[in-house]
């Protein structure tokens, strides 16, 4: 189950872990505890649960795949939007 020590902030907690505990009576668990609380982060951010299991699916295929690393590691153009972030020439907004 989810871990209930785990806390949301923006002062929804009671809404949110209502949601949370309706989820865990619908959906099994899902891999590590970082990922539970990844999972919870994003349905606190307004995602449906299959959306957060999805876009953290997405990261560890993306992030923890050696494949997609060294592919990353290799393109030029990753390389060249690295380097306009780091100059200031485009934001994470």
């Not at 872990?17 to 349905?43: A, D, F, K, M």
Request: hydrophobic share 30%; aromatic share 12%; proline share 1%.
């Amino acid at each position: 189950m989810y871990n209930q020590q785990f806390s949301l902030s923006n002062g929804h907690n009671d809404h949110y872990e209502r949601i949370i505990q309706q989820l865990e009576t619908e959906y099994p668990q899902v891999g590590s505890l970082e990922e539970q609380r990844q999972i919870e982060q994003l349905i606190s951010l307004g995602f449906e649960w299959e959306e957060a299991a999805k876009l953290c699916d997405l990261r560890e295929y993306l992030y923890d795949n050696d494949e997609m690393r060294e592919r990353v590691a290799n393109d030029s153009r990753m390389h060249f939007a690295r380097w306009l972030y780091q100059n200031g020439e485009i934001k994470e907004d």
